[in-house]
């Protein structure tokens, strides 16, 4: 059973696509995180939801839209794809107060 | 704003070898953390460090959070295959709701 999942795992398009990539929790936790990860392996946190709420955004262009309709779910869009948007965006959920993050399996986004 | 230096970068050992390394910041932390990632994986929590002075074992691996709140250590004894990867640090700062930074990552290779 996965604990944290998300979808896709690969995604490859073309500059100035619009893209989603969904994330899905079953471990109950009510705080949810988007990461990116460079080519250098550096993970950067971009949000974080805590309840269906904003929690944490950190200064990430606002082509970049997270949407949580509830608290098993954080949904990434991003408008308007840039070539340095290609990275491996990270799902991560835990409980807040708590320090302890579970990370999904990660999604490689390709632009071309 | 807050870094944390982690080292080395990489290592090459031989199998059977002890490992070690370790993260520094010029900032306190609450908690420190060690997250390894294996090719193509999210992030997997390995040890958590909740007070100044602690040390924590995991199997083969042991890490303490620092007297002054600013480093931690990651010792893994014997290394087998398996350890390959990248070993990540990260922090939670004081008062930060649960915002974790992390380090840009060690990367372990095992020799044949």
């Known amino acids: 059973d996965t604990a944290v999942s998300q979808t896709p795992k690969y995604l490859v398009t073309q500059m100035g696509n619009d893209k989603s990539i969904k994330c899905e929790q079953n471990?109950?936790?009510?705080?949810m995180y988007w990461y990116k990860q460079d080519s250098k392996k550096f993970l950067k946190i971009m949000f974080s939801?805590?309840?269906?709420?904003?929690?944490i955004n950190e200064t990430v262009p606002n082509r970049f839209s997270p949407k949580s309709p509830d608290k098993a779910h954080l949904n990434l869009h991003i408008n308007s794809l840039e070539l340095g948007d290609s990275a491996v965006y990270f799902c991560?959920?835990?409980?807040?107060?708590?320090?302890?993050?579970?990370f999904g399996p990660g999604t490689r986004l390709t632009v071309l | 704003g807050q870094q944390l230096n982690q080292s080395p970068q990489s290592m090459f050992i031989q199998e059977g070898e002890d490992v070690s390394m370790n993260c520094t910041s010029s900032?306190?932390?609450?908690?420190w953390l060690w997250y390894k990632q294996d090719p193509g994986e999210g992030p997997v929590l390995l040890i958590a460090l909740y007070k100044a002075g602690e040390l924590t074992s995991n199997g083969r691996l042991t890490a303490q959070f620092g007297i002054t709140r600013k480093d931690s250590f990651l010792n893994i004894s014997a290394s087998i295959p398996s350890d390959v990867g990248i070993y990540f640090c990260a922090g939670q700062l004081p008062n930060r709701d649960d915002k974790i930074i992390f380090g840009k990552g060690t990367r372990l290779h095992i020799l044949p």
């Open positions: 900032s306190i932390f609450n908690t």
């Open positions: 991560a959920s835990g409980l807040s107060g708590t320090d302890t993050q579970y």
């Open positions: 471990l109950g936790h009510d705080t």
């Open positions: 939801y805590n309840n269906k709420e904003l929690i």
